[in-house]
């Protein structure tokens, strides 16, 4: 009994990494480790409003989208042909997605944009089916594609290829794969409340780190917000200037050019404001993606609490099952068991009886062993592959969100070089009059 507890404790310990993902999830349309991205260009090229009926036979308005692909190999050869296309809307891009996080649950899925518009700049529209809130999803959309299509494991799968290349048809296959019955298992599953008793501590502090990049993330967000609100005053402040110059340049003659043409120049300096602000509003969704990504990360690492908590259950059970056996083969029970309460009131079993609950128990331990086993199995796969996946999203995270917030600088480098512009220009104004 002493070597089955130390076999089944070493068993719960983590082990480091290996450098390969479980082969067996990969599909057969992977080639040898290039993703999808390099043998196709994916774009979405364009968003179209519709309207149809509903489910419940309604009338509705909704957006679709444009996917268009084409060969790489077809393009470097120079024959340049017309890209195949397929229209998505937005609810199959969820459920493509709500597919790759079941059929790779050890795998940081990319978000998608947001469905309804969040730390929206209050003069901007969160209205869905605003044209400049489309233009961003379909940018956003067509970001997720390419991240898919990059990943070196996710870009291999079958029902991506079908999605992108097929207009109708792909949805039959999702759903035959029984991936729903594998999600609704899997939301009940990570939404129970369970406590492990021996967890990986880089998931732990990964867990952690979610929930703190979420937090800084959003608060990042809403500051920009109100940044943007007092820009926006500060700049149509400006259409006040440009207004009194306008009015007084009427009874000035001397001065009435150079006073109308300082007007004009703050009338163009304050309506830029609107044109800069939607700028702007793209560098905050490459945010928003690191705040719904924040989301990806930590069901990977809930994932992996889920299958160390599945495994030390079954470690358990079978451990209890042996002292079972142990304690029937040798007939030494415990004085305070339950067993050895009854075996006093009611007497010993009879010989039979102890022969089939041995019998018994010997398959319950041979079915817990199995059980066991393929709970580590399971536990290593999800430790391997998830551990060198979030490695991959460090590097990918740490490039993304600097080039983001150099970019975010230069745009308000550039914004304050204009405005001393305006200021120059209305300073050669007035030296003029």
């Given at each position: 009994?002493?070597?089955?507890?130390?076999?089944?404790?070493?068993?719960?310990?983590?082990?480091?990494?290996?450098?390969?993902?479980?082969?067996?999830?990969?599909?057969?349309?992977?080639?040898?480790?290039?993703?999808?991205?390099?043998?196709?260009?994916?774009?979405?090229?364009?968003?179209?409003?519709?309207?149809?009926?509903?489910?419940?036979?309604?009338?509705?308005?909704?957006?679709?989208?444009?996917?268009?692909?084409?060969?790489?190999?077809?393009?470097?050869?120079?024959?340049?042909?017309?890209?195949?296309?397929?229209?998505?809307?937005?609810?199959?891009?969820?459920?493509?997605?709500?597919?790759?996080?079941?059929?790779?649950?050890?795998?940081?899925?990319?978000?998608?944009?947001?469905?309804?518009?969040?730390?929206?700049?209050?003069?901007?529209?969160?209205?869905?089916?605003?044209?400049?809130?489309?233009?961003?999803?379909?940018?956003?959309?067509?970001?997720?594609?390419?991240?898919?299509?990059?990943?070196?494991?996710?870009?291999?799968?079958?029902?991506?290829?079908?999605?992108?290349?097929?207009?109708?048809?792909?949805?039959?296959?999702?759903?035959?794969?029984?991936?729903?019955?594998?999600?609704?298992?899997?939301?009940?599953?990570?939404?129970?409340?369970?406590?492990?008793?021996?967890?990986?501590?880089?998931?732990?502090?990964?867990?952690?780190?979610?929930?703190?990049?979420?937090?800084?993330?959003?608060?990042?967000?809403?500051?920009?917000?109100?940044?943007?609100?007092?820009?926006?005053?500060?700049?149509?402040?400006?259409?006040?200037?440009?207004?009194?110059?306008?009015?007084?340049?009427?009874?000035?003659?001397?001065?009435?050019?150079?006073?109308?043409?300082?007007?004009?120049?703050?009338?163009?300096?304050?309506a830029s404001i609107d044109d800069i602000l939607e700028?702007?509003?793209?560098?905050?969704?490459?945010?928003?993606?690191?705040?719904?990504?924040?989301?990806?990360?930590?069901?990977?690492?809930?994932?992996?609490?889920?299958?160390?908590?599945?495994?030390?259950?079954?470690?358990?059970?079978?451990?209890?099952?042996?002292?079972?056996?142990?304690?029937?083969?040798?007939?030494?029970?415990?004085?305070?068991?339950?067993?050895?309460?009854?075996?006093?009131?009611?007497?010993?079993?009879?010989?039979?009886?102890?022969?089939?609950?041995?019998?018994?128990?010997?398959?319950?331990?041979?079915?817990?062993?199995?059980?066991?086993?393929?709970?580590?199995?399971?536990?290593?796969?999800?430790?391997?592959?998830?551990?060198?996946?979030?490695?991959?999203?460090?590097?990918?995270?740490?490039?993304?969100?600097?080039?983001?917030?150099?970019?975010?600088?230069?745009?308000?480098?550039?914004?304050?070089?204009?405005?001393?512009?305006?200021?120059?220009?209305?300073?050669?104004?007035?030296?003029?009059?």
């Open positions: 009994m002493a070597e089955d507890e130390k076999e089944t404790t070493d068993d719960l310990n983590p082990k480091d990494p290996g450098d390969e993902m479980g082969r067996s999830r990969r599909s057969t349309t992977a080639d040898g480790g290039s993703s999808l991205a390099r043998r196709l260009e994916i774009s979405v090229a364009e968003a179209e409003k519709r309207s149809g009926k509903n489910t419940v036979n309604m009338q509705e308005t909704f957006t679709v989208y444009l996917i268009e692909t084409r060969s790489m190999d077809a393009i470097t050869e120079g024959r340049n042909p017309a890209p195949d296309s397929v229209w998505r809307r937005y609810s199959e891009f969820e459920l493509l997605r709500n597919y790759l996080i079941v059929t790779f649950p050890f795998l940081i899925v990319p978000p998608l944009p947001e469905k309804r518009a969040e730390f929206v700049w209050h003069k901007l529209s969160a209205d869905n089916m605003d044209p400049d809130f489309v233009e961003r999803r379909r940018v956003g959309l067509e970001n997720f594609l390419l991240r898919v299509a990059s990943h070196l494991v996710l870009s291999g799968d079958e029902i991506l290829y079908r999605f992108l290349t097929e207009e109708h048809g792909w949805k039959e296959v999702v759903y035959e794969t029984g991936f729903q019955a594998k999600a609704d298992s899997r939301l009940r599953a990570l939404s129970a409340t369970f406590r492990v008793r021996n967890p990986d501590k880089r998931f732990m502090e990964m867990k952690h780190y979610s929930d703190e990049l979420q937090s800084h993330t959003s608060q990042l967000l809403r500051a920009r917000a109100k940044v943007a609100d007092r820009l926006y005053g500060v700049y149509k402040v400006h259409g006040n200037y440009g207004r009194v110059f306008s009015e007084w340049s009427v009874i000035e003659r001397e001065m009435g050019d150079g006073l109308q043409s300082a007007g004009h120049h703050m009338d163009a300096y304050a700028e702007e509003e793209h560098y905050a969704d490459q945010l928003k993606e690191y705040l719904f990504y924040a989301e990806a990360l930590r069901v990977v690492c809930r994932k992996h609490e889920l299958t160390q908590f599945e495994l030390e259950a079954a470690t358990q059970d079978l451990l209890c099952k042996k002292t079972q056996r142990e304690e029937l083969a040798t007939g030494i029970v415990p004085t305070f068991s339950f067993k050895g309460m009854t075996s006093k009131l009611f007497g010993q079993e009879a010989p039979e009886q102890r022969e089939a609950r041995l019998k018994l128990l010997e398959e319950q331990i041979s079915e817990g062993e199995e059980a066991v086993k393929e709970k580590i199995e399971e536990r290593r796969e999800h430790v391997e592959g998830a551990w060198l996946d979030i490695q991959r999203f460090k590097k990918e995270k740490d490039k993304d969100l600097r080039d983001a917030l150099i970019t975010f600088a230069l745009m308000q480098i550039s914004m304050c070089k204009k405005g001393i512009q305006m200021w120059s220009n209305a300073r050669e104004c007035f030296l003029k009059m």
